[in-house]
């Protein structure tokens, strides 16, 4: 039997606003049925197609890489999922264990000793290896902080992302000593694209969010809000966020005047 209150919920959410939810007739129960099955099944099989097309992906990757003879499937009638994936998480272990004592430390620099005299690898390999040594790294916070920045216009906020804090180099030629952090703004609704800049740190307002949730409200346009719940919880989080920032911005124009 069909959860009454699932259906309902579907019906408030596709319904225009100011209008009814649609009628509890033959044709109106189908609609809800197969808008229920939608969206019980719609998350699922996008989930597994994305991991079956990463998996997919790694395997195609890796398998090249042994010869015919030691392949399963060269003995097995059917190939088998995930044993890319599989190695490669081993190989991986492997070669951390092994760059972690002296001997493949020696290696590790002899190999970047030898792409250091490399004109055009050397700036390539040298952005990548930072790229992954910030992000990987268990001491590092970026964009573990969610916040609001006053953009694009007066009494308008955005959602940012905060990064570490410019470096030395940027920071002398900043206009004021003040504390800067790095923000990244993404777009709607492609979060990977967005602008990147500085910003005082006073000028941010911090939010208790977690980062999953803000990119979530950024790529559904604001249709789903931190916390879950329905319209009334979503309008409650807006009015929060809106609150938060016409105090931090009350407070900041109050401030020169003590």
Known sequence: ????SELKHVEEALAPPGEAP??????????NYFLTG?????????????????????????????????????????????????????????????TANFVGRKFVEFGENLLGRMPVVRPVY?????????L???????????????FPAPGM???????TPPGS??????????????????CTPNPTTGFFFYVPRREIIELDIPVEEAAKLIMTAGMIQPGG?????????????????RLAKASRTAAPAK
């Open 1 to 4: 039997m069909t959860d009454n």
């Open 22 to 31: 649609a009628s509890h007739g033959f044709a109106g129960r189908i609609r």
């Open 38 to 98: 939608l969206v019980v099944a719609g998350p699922v099989a996008i989930t597994i197609y994305l991991v079956w097309s990463f998996v997919t992906w790694v395997d195609d990757l890796v398998r090249p890489l042994f010869p015919v003879a030691v392949r399963p499937e060269t003995y097995l009638p059917v190939k088998i999922p995930g044993l890319g994936l599989i190695i490669a998480f081993i190989a991986l272990t492997l070669l951390g264990f092994f």
């Open 126 to 134: 040298r952005g990548l290896k930072q790229v992954f040594e910030t």
């Open 136 to 150: 990987f790294s268990k001491s590092a916070s970026t964009f573990r902080t969610v916040g609001l920045v006053e």
């Open 157 to 163: 906020w955005s959602l940012v992302f905060l990064s």
């Open 169 to 186: 180099d940027i920071t002398a030629r900043l206009p004021t000593q003040e504390e800067h952090v790095s923000v990244f703004m993404p």
């Open 229 to 245: 719940g329905g319209a009334g919880d979503a309008q409650k989080n807006i009015a929060a966020l809106a609150e938060t920032a």
